[in-house]
């Protein structure tokens, strides 16, 4: 009866026809479908058969087929049936309660007012019943029939009011939020659409009256709930009834009176993206309706929204700021004036993060284009300029980011402030907070960002945007310039080859800039095309900038070539595509640092003389000069600088300016580092290449001044400054720096300047310093240097004779000084490599003086240093360099031995490697290995026999050193072995008998010294197939040194080579036999004798088979048993 009076009350509210015409029409439909489908699963259901939920799906199924239509009858008990499950207090399964909710979704296609009725009964009724899956059953209906719930929502609005009166909290509290958030969605759809109003004037009346009854109920009784869900979903019903209201202007007041509670209710959700989600709906609606909210209410929106995005003990999404920021998007969109007014209020704030989030806001708001913004921005940007100077970190990251913004929509708005020079500024600050050195690794990490995003600001930006060119261009040039910036050049350049792709690079000059522009920015000198050259060719011959840098530089010359200079566009344009291939890595030989740096020194000098402007170059030079003078010894561009100043120097034509540049830097430079004295150096040297003469004449003049007092009266102060070690320091300099003049010199220019003026102006310096071993080394070095560049010059010409002598007398002395001081010391080896350039000069020296001088290189290159020396040199930082030294020198030695072959041999052997190879220290040993290996490489290659004059004694050297302790040694052996054989069998038109030594030195490397032995005594056979018997008593002796000094496997493989020789010669060196037996005999004398004495004993033995007159007796003395002898050779 309670169903069908509010059947009854449905009908009449909503017009529907009367009863007795709706039975009469239902009599009239047959149902194409024969009922017992339905009516037996309604028995079912209702005798309590089977399960419930299964019997649901099934009727479901049956009712949603396209001709299903039960009669009214079976409608009644059915629906009478599903109530029961639906509305059950307790007992009844979720699964039944969605399958029977479910069936009357089915039921409403066919009786869509009947189960309307139904559910709204339901909503109204009092008592024990459940109303979730109610709500849960109007929500699905609102899904599937929405335009037929739209007639129903007044009755849905009321019968929702008694709902949110019983109901405190939970999920049916939260079913029936969506469910209120859902229909009246639906309803602001219906009302936008635009289509016709299904609703009549006062029906439209008793919606809106009954929504706001239904609000003011929600109010009162859910403002109070605990449960963060519960607060969601009324917070999103809320503002969806909210924004319903907002369309009827009686009921805009009662909203805005309301609105602070909405706020209050948002500012405790915990779920800010969703919670924004909520006042999103009802700003939205606020939008369209074009409504003057209060601008208290406003102000607490904003607020609220914005309180949420800065609060920085929340961790938001970019979901959640995202939305945030939509949020106040839209108030701006409403209340621009007051939105902009607030977070510019906000920028001033001592709460870090929220001026940092008022910066991001702010910066939205430009990206955004709202015309109303575009009038506000350059207030905006003035605003933002005040916290330029902020030390703050991440409000310096946001300006940057804001900055980004405004210049990505409109570059006109920042006249007021120079955008483009700040991100210049705090790319600088940054970079001298972390050239400081005293931030914390975070601290340091943060400033590494904030350039990172400063380059990515400029080098993404779009020139294209309205007002770009004229923010950019020619500002852009002010900042090539200034070292502070080069890390910006790469951005820089890519801004630049926009500008120049669209042609905007002639649009205005640096004068047409503001006054204000030009004494803010401009520090230091004027930007001229000197300027911008040479800082642009010093980043591009940094070896520290990198290769990105580098070609930054390039193409910042290339694109700027019209500004520099006139006449150089065309060259440059073919050259500079080739210096960037090699910077790209195209370039196969792609060059080293040095070579680079010729490479772009070749191109400067190639644009001078295509310039052939005297003026612009000599204010070139000036202006490398004053870079020059500025920079820190520590600099890593100082010595690129010395180089390209001294090129530049030698395309000027005008002498003075050249004497006087060249003078400045003499004076200025501090040769006590030595990158600055490398710097002078290399300064002068490449001046020299076009102005030699000038070059020397002023060295000359300075030389001159820095001996000024040697042999007239001079002040104290000037002597002490002439004995200061600056003093010395730049007279070891200059010294080094006249052997590098010669170098540079032309044949002419060296045959008439050498030996007077490069000479003796070298000696003179020498003679004026300490001789200390900075200026030894420096003397040694530059007569190695103009040695060879006189060599170089050609054989006819002779060197001054007594000039070489007094040369050579000094380099002697020095051998002489330092052969019994420090074995580590340099000089020796240097002074080998000297004497090697100065002895090939003509006339040659005489063979007593080479062999003299040989035996000195020889007791300091190849007998030092010591075995613990070398030790404690491995050890060393310097091990490496002094190494690489010793092995220069020790070539060096080898090839001025080879001079001395075509004078002298006779003694070179015996007096210089005899000794040292048969020495206890295993790295003289192989020193003189290696001196060895030269001197037989140089015979065989001049067809020199003189070696075959010491075959035998040469074999009994190296046989022991092919068993070795060093791998090196036993490999020099074999090399030198191989070279002897082969000047032998050239001496005597022989053939070369030797077999493949070679093959055999694989066997030598084994670790296992038996394979070690083996392979030595198959050496032997091969090299005593062409040995010379009378070089018997030789190779004996030479055997017999090493068993008397050495020990271990050399002496096994001297026994090895000795008893192989007899074995195999024994009956042929009659004559020899006595000698050999008294060598023999006298080793018995050495305290090592028991060593060798199993290979005496063997020796004698053969020797007593191969010779009658042979007797033990007559070898070993009477104390030895024949026994002994007998067991020994055995």
Sequence with gaps: MERLRALRGLFACVGCVPRGTRRRERGRVASPVPPCAVTLLLQ????????????????????WEGDSRPPCGVVNRLLAEVSQDLTAAQGVPDSVRTAASNVLVALARTHFTLVMAELQGHLKAVGEMSKEFVLVTLSKLFSSYAPQCISFVWLMLAGLRSVVGWVRGGRTLRIACAVVKQWLEGVKVHLGSGKQCPWPATEIEQIYKNLSQLFCSVLRNWQDCQEEEDKQAVLEAEATMMAVLLQEELHREHVWEQLLWLVHLYQKVQDTCRGTKSLSIFLEALEGVQSVIPKDKFLAITSAVFYQLSDDTKEHSEADRAELTHCILLQARICPEETVLFLQSQLGADREAGCVAALGLLGALARSDEPVMSEK??????????????????????????????????????????????????????????????LSAQEAREEGALQELCMDILGSLDVSV?????????????????????????????????????????????????????????????????????????????PFAGSELQAAALLLMQNLHSRIHRAVGAMWAAEIPLLLQCLQGKDESFPDSAEWEQHLLKFLRASLDTMEDEAWTRGLSCELSRWLSSSPSSSGEKSFLYKALGTVLGACKEVLHVQEKLLQHLEEANAEEPSEAQGMISFLSHAAESSFHTVLDTLTMFASRLCKGQKGRISRLKKM???????????????????????RASKEQLLAHLEGDIVGNILLLYSCSCRDLQNTLALVQSITDFSSAFQAVGDSVCFNPSLKGKLLEILTDLLKKYSLGTPVSPVPLKVVLALEQLSKLKPSLGTKDMCDMLSLCCKNVVLHPSAEMMLKIKKSQQAAQYLQLLQTSLKALGRLMVVLLETETSGLFQNIVHRSMTSDNMWERKRALQICSQLLAACEEHGRGDACKHFGSLVGLLAPLTCDPMPTSRQLAVTCLSSLLRIQAKATNGVIKMGDIGSLCEGLNDRSTVCQLQTSSKIARIVYRTFP??????????????????????????????????????????????????????????????????????????????????????????????????????
Excluded at 44 to 63: F, M, N, S
Excluded at 402 to 424: K, M, P, Q, T
Excluded at 725 to 736: D, F, K, M, P
């Design 377 to 438: 921005l350059p207030q905006v940007v003035e605003a933002v300029q005040c916290l330029c100077s902020d030390p703050r970190t991440q409000v310096r990251r946001a300006i940057l980011h804001f900055i980004e913004d405004v210049l990505s929509a409109n570059a006109r708005s920042c006249s007021a402030w120079d955008v483009v020079g700040h991100i210049f500024s705090e790319f600088s600050r940054s970079t001298g907070r972390r050239a400081a050195g005293d």
């Design 1029 to 1130: 018997l009378e070089d018997t008593i030789d190779f004996m002796m030479a055997i017999k040194d090493t068993f008397r000094k050495a020990k271990g496997m050399r002496v096994r493989a001297a026994g090895r080579w000795m008893i192989t020789f007899l074995q195999m010669y024994g009956k042929d060196i009659c004559r020899d036999v006595p000698l050999t037996n008294y060598i023999l005999r006298s080793c018995t004398s050495s305290p090592q004798h028991s060593t060798f004495m199993p290979f005496l004993s063997q020796a004698v033995v053969i020797l007593t088979r191969c010779q009658a007159d042979v007797t033990t007796d007559s070898f070993f003395p009477a104390a030895w048993s024949p026994q002994t002898v007998r067991h020994g050779g055995e």
């Design 44 to 63: 079912r259901l209702q005798d309590q058969e089977g399960d419930r939920a299964q019997a649901y799906c099934e009727l479901e199924h049956v009712l």
């Design 466 to 542: 309205r007002g770009m060119t004229k923010l950019l261009w020619p500002r852009l040039l002010l900042y090539v310039v200034p070292a502070q910036y080069t890390g910006m050049l790469i951005p820089v350049s890519r801004c630049v080859q926009a500008l120049a792709e669209r042609g905007d690079l002639m649009v205005r000059e640096v004068e047409e800039l503001d006054a204000h522009f030009l004494s803010s920015m401009f520090q230091g000198p004027l930007l001229t095309p000197q300027t911008l050259l040479a800082r642009l060719l010093v980043v591009a011959g940094s």
């Design 721 to 743: 400054e002439l004995d200061s070690r600056r003093a010395h320091a730049t007279r070891s300099a200059l010294i080094l720096a006249h052997g590098s003049l010669a170098l």
